[in-house]
């Protein structure tokens, strides 16, 4: 579709207005009132979201527990031809959603679409997975009959993030309703509705049944006993979380003290390394793209780049230029690839990065400054292993480029690092960039493309502080079944007594 023809809702990219929790397959007012919802691009207050409190959550989860054992009970074509039902209403309300998801996250229109056209396939390949889950028999030295299956947790609670709320509130849940699990979903206070209320529309025009997907919206003020209640509570068999390294941590903590499963995606600092025979046109377009895409709020994003020495001049020669070509404005305009900052405190913190990184000796090249929540896509070099900014994320549109002398210390850089979730590695010869991605310590590295990239089949996630599991296909079907052993005495076993 060309792109001054993507669908736009605009009534809902000037306004939504929302019906209430969703609970127990109805709308139903939160206990805490209701919270304003900002559009970062405009400042304007776009929504007035569900406030739910704790009991709320408690509510919800009751809601989810009541309804497992049936949803489990379906045969899995059944639950499959459900997650295909949702996909189909999601690629039909694919104006609404741009509309929405351009005016609550402040992001490029173009990230919209992209992100409405990937949600269905998360479901679709959730269809899939409903086939996935299968057992097998094993030997028995006593002739028994002795099977190995998998089957449902039970209640799933899944606490999504602002930067991309429909694709990874759709990925933390998708495969889990599909092999039997039922949903609490919790999306950020800066994205309730796109990644909570209208998934729950989607699933109510879809006709799930009742309790499979509960969905609680909070403010910030009540993010912390809501939060607290989705992990804590007994019936809440595991939780998926995609978000900050410093929540991820305490949740995976607090989960594993109660011998709870947690699936967590959290922050990186990720490298693209562009090696001394890449092909600098392709190098610059991947680091562009992963430096500034959704002003660079994505836990994938092109923190560091890393080039090889020799090609210093030109590289920062056609990067300079690339990144001078972007516009900065509002993201309902196909011609402005920057948008706002999602709000102030995110903004600051960029400020505060960059401030630090100039009294560190960084050099800054081109922008650094702001307007409002308009920050200039900014490159920066100089950035050693003893600074702040080498080590911490910016999550701002701040290409902090980095000259190494040869392979091994651009692997070294890359690797003098607490997080690892994505890296990237542009040459020509991809067996050695095959070779120098098994080097680097990230749960993902692509050879000859950005470091902002998924697909709903593949093994998502990171190692070290970068989080702890996977979401996708046969992955999430790991994370959110367990594994049960059975056996029938048939064998004529003899027992002691």
Not at 177 to 194: C, D, H, M, R, Y
Not at 286 to 297: K, N, S, V
Request: proline fraction near 5%.
């Amino acid at each position: 579709m060309p792109l001054d023809k993507l669908p736009f809702n605009q009534e809902l990219a000037t306004s939504y207005t929302a019906r209430g929790l969703w609970r127990d397959g109805a709308w139903q007012a939160a206990q805490g009132g209701t919270f304003d919802v900002f559009n970062p691009a405009t400042g304007a207050v776009w929504a007035a979201a569900p406030d739910a409190t704790r009991d709320d959550a408690k509510a919800a989860i009751d809601a989810a527990a009541a309804a497992q054992p049936a949803w489990a009970a379906l045969p899995f074509t059944e639950r499959a031809k459900y997650m295909l039902k949702i996909a189909d209403v999601l690629e039909r309300r694919k104006a609404d959603f741009i509309g929405a998801l351009t005016a609550e996250c402040g992001g490029w229109i173009r990230k919209s679409a992209f992100e409405i056209n990937y949600a269905p396939t998360v479901f679709r390949a959730a269809a899939a997975a409903a086939y996935l889950p299968t057992g097998e028999t094993l030997p028995s030295d006593h002739l028994k009959t002795s099977i190995v299956e998998r089957r449902p947790l039970g209640v799933i609670s899944v606490i999504s993030p602002w930067n991309v709320p429909l694709l990874l509130s759709s990925r933390g849940m998708g495969v889990a309703l599909a092999v039997g699990n039922t949903v609490v979903l919790k999306p950020s206070e800066e994205s309730p509705i796109t990644g909570g209320l209208m998934l729950a529309e989607v699933f109510e025009e879809a006709g799930v049944p009742p309790g499979v997907l509960n969905v609680v919206t909070c403010s910030r003020h009540n993010v912390a006993d809501v939060g607290d209640e989705m992990v804590t509570n007994p019936k809440v068999k595991a939780i998926s979380f995609t978000g900050s390294t410093a929540v991820g941590q305490s949740i995976a903590s607090t989960a594993g003290g109660l011998l709870k499963k947690a699936c967590v995606e959290l922050g990186g600092k990720d490298s693209l390394l562009v090696l001394d025979d890449a092909d600098i046109d392709r190098a610059v377009k991947a680091a562009r793209f992963g430096a500034y895409f959704h002003q660079g709020q994505i836990c994938m994003s092109a923190e560091k780049i890393i080039v090889d020495r020799s090609l210093e001049q030109i590289f920062m020669d056609k990067f300079m230029a690339a990144t001078k070509e972007l516009n900065v404005g509002d993201p309902t305009q196909m011609g402005n690839q920057i948008g706002p900052m999602v709000n102030e405190t995110q903004a600051a913190k960029v400020d505060a990065r960059l401030a630090q990184a100039k009294a560190d000796g960084i050099e800054v090249h081109l922008g650094g400054t702001r307007d409002g929540l308009y920050y200039q896509p900014t490159v920066i070099t100089g950035a050693t292993p003893d600074m702040e900014i080498f080590h911490e994320e910016v999550f701002g549109p701040v290409a902090n480029i980095i000259f190494a002398d040869g392979e091994d210390e651009a692997v070294d850089l890359a690797n003098n690092c607490r997080y690892g979730l994505s890296a990237s590695i542009m040459t020509r010869d991809e067996t050695r960039g095959l070779a120098v991605a098994r080097r680097i310590e990230s749960g993902m590295a692509h050879v000859n493309d950005t470091t902002i990239y998924d697909e709903p089949t593949v093994p998502f996630g990171g190692v070290k502080n970068s989080g702890l599991g996977r979401h996708g296909a046969r992955w999430s079907v790991e994370s959110f079944t367990e594994t049960r052993w059975l056996t029938v005495e048939n064998g004529g076993r003899k027992t002691p007594f």
